[in-house]
Nanobody
């Protein structure tokens, strides 16, 4: 399984942007996908995750109500739609996947990571 995130760019404060994560193929047992972000000098933080089998999504409190994770299984592509963007959303965004089913919370450990895509929110 290989992942590639894309679609990052500059967006105005309060604006919207959708980024993508294309998979070469999800492979057997990789049922959970997630989005993370990282600001240089800070720890990577989770954004949200999705179950490939049920479509159920979970989000971190910092993005709940503003961000939406979705999956197009036919295209092997996961999306992160980001609305009402804030300056603190500026980061490099990564997608990842892990074997196993989605539980009550997003996994904290993933096995396969894509390269990041930079999102910059400016006023």
């Amino acid at each position: 399984v290989q992942l590639q995130a894309s679609g990052g760019g500059s967006v105005e404060l309060g604006g919207s942007l959708t980024i993508s994560c294309a998979a070469s193929g999800f492979g057997r047992d990789y049922y959970t996908l997630g989005w993370f972000r990282q600001v240089p000098g800070k720890e990577r933080e989770g954004v949200g995750c999705i179950s490939r089998t049920t479509g159920r999504t979970l989000y971190e409190d910092s993005v709940k109500g503003r961000f939406t994770v979705s999956l197009d299984s036919a295209k092997n592509t996961m999306y992160l739609q980001m609305n009402i963007l804030k300056s603190e959303d500026t980061a490099v965004y990564y997608c990842a996947t892990v074997r196993g089913f989605l539980g009550g919370t997003c996994p904290r450990s993933y096995e396969i990571w894509g390269q990041g895509t930079l999102v910059t929110v400016s006023s």
